[in-house]
């Protein structure tokens, strides 16, 4: 069978609103991740991997942020980057070959979520074990470790806020929210929302963005010689965790997606 063309794969695997899905996508995706993902997909649609294989390879490669940012230095930090940009590629892809394939299920939706999940809490636990100095000459400082785990607890929790509302919505015999639903009904919540939108501060304690800021934190460490700024990182993403955790809740039950 011909390999595709990416012009007559775009049309069915980039159905119009793909990329303007506004909780749905990720920046990364609509800079530049889908466009490499629509090449790879070329190499992919006439083969008999399935688009869950991808899936459980997506989180794999996720998971594996964790042992790679346990390498010292900079190295490690690029190593994590690396696993975390093929989690997003394979994140990509594997919803691309499923509407080419037409191989849709509940199940890949689940693991697709699973792997989101483990994915921010590898990168996490792996900063706060970076931040450990598990190699180091010295005492391992198990604080920041910690920390490390507890910013993972809280991006997991955030997520599961989310899906939560779902849940609760379907056990309760509603239909699905609708995006208008999330802005909260009081005015004083609903500012608050919007200002932390426009800072984006919560976005730094997902896999992504973490593995970036962390990659940024070990240059700057290996000017100055130490792990300052990669503790000082884990210390703040905790903090960032914690309070993300307690005002998305607040947002959540001040709007009406429970109603």
Request: glycine letters at 10%; proline letters at 4%; hydrophobic letters at 50%.
């Amino acid at each position: 069978m011909p390999r595709p063309s990416v012009a007559e794969l775009r049309p069915v695997v980039h159905p119009p609103g793909v990329k303007d899905r506004r909780s749905g996508e990720h920046w990364a995706g609509r800079l530049y991740m889908r466009e490499i993902s629509l090449r790879c997909d070329r190499y992919l649609v006439n083969t008999r991997i399935t688009p869950n294989q991808l899936t459980y390879l997506m989180t794999l490669c996720g998971v594996l942020a964790a042992p790679a940012l346990l390498v010292p230095g900079i190295a490690g930090a690029v190593l994590g980057v690396v696993m975390v940009q093929l989690y997003l590629l394979l994140d990509c892809v594997d919803g691309e070959i499923a509407r080419w394939k037409k191989q849709y299920s509940l199940g890949g939706v689940y693991l697709d979520r699973v792997g989101a999940y483990l994915t921010d809490a590898a990168v996490l636990v792996g900063l706060g074990l970076r931040a450990a100095d598990l190699w180091g000459g010295g005492r391992v400082d198990w604080l920041w470790a910690f920390l490390g785990t507890l910013a993972a607890l809280g991006a997991i929790l955030v997520k599961a806020e989310t899906d939560l509302v779902g849940v609760a919505r379907h056990q309760g015999g509603l239909p699905p929210v609708k995006e208008s639903a999330s802005e909260p009904r009081s005015s004083g919540v609903a500012l608050a929302r919007r200002a932390a939108a426009a800072l984006k501060f919560h976005r730094l304690i997902l896999g992504i963005e973490a593995s970036l800021l962390i990659l940024l934190l070990a240059v700057v460490d290996q000017i100055r010689g130490d792990l300052f700024f990669t503790r000082l990182g884990t210390a703040v993403l905790a903090g960032i965790a914690l309070l993300q955790t307690v005002l998305h809740l607040v947002s959540i039950l001040a709007s009406s997606r429970l109603k």
